[in-house]
């Protein structure tokens, strides 16, 4: 199984940005779709954004025009740019794959924590 291997978190404070990373250990193109998903403390994993090798990229209401999900097949690398950071953006953000020929990849997961 393809692996993902995330980088890019770290202590921000609140209006700051950051930009995680996510790099797959084959190709970018064995996934249909990749994308991030985060798990604040207490609460189950939820979808941040997606990006699907063909069609429009998807977005939780709480992160729309602050977070921006960037594809770069090129460089083989799914980025997360984080602008205008929150407290409630804290969290273990993760990386994710997704294909219809195999179960779906996970990365270990990245700390972010946004100070006010």
């Known amino acids: 199984q393809v692996q993902l291997a995330e980088s890019g978190g770290g202590l921000v404070q609140a209006g700051g940005s950051l930009r995680l990373s996510c790099t797959p250990s084959g190709s970018i193109f064995s996934f249909d779709t990749m994308g991030w998903y985060r798990q604040a403390p207490g609460q189950q994993r939820e979808l941040v954004a997606t990006?699907?090798?063909?069609?429009?990229?998807i977005y939780a209401d709480s992160v729309r025009d602050r977070f921006t999900v960037i594809r770069d097949n090129a460089k083989n690398t799914v980025y997360l740019q984080m602008n205008n950071l929150k407290p409630e953006d804290t969290g273990v953000y993760y990386c994710?794959?997704?294909?219809?020929?195999?179960?779906?990849?996970w990365g270990q997961g990245t700390q972010v924590t946004v100070s006010s």
């Open positions: 994710n794959g997704e294909s219809k020929s195999g179960p779906p990849s």
């Open positions: 990006s699907p090798r063909w069609g429009s990229r």
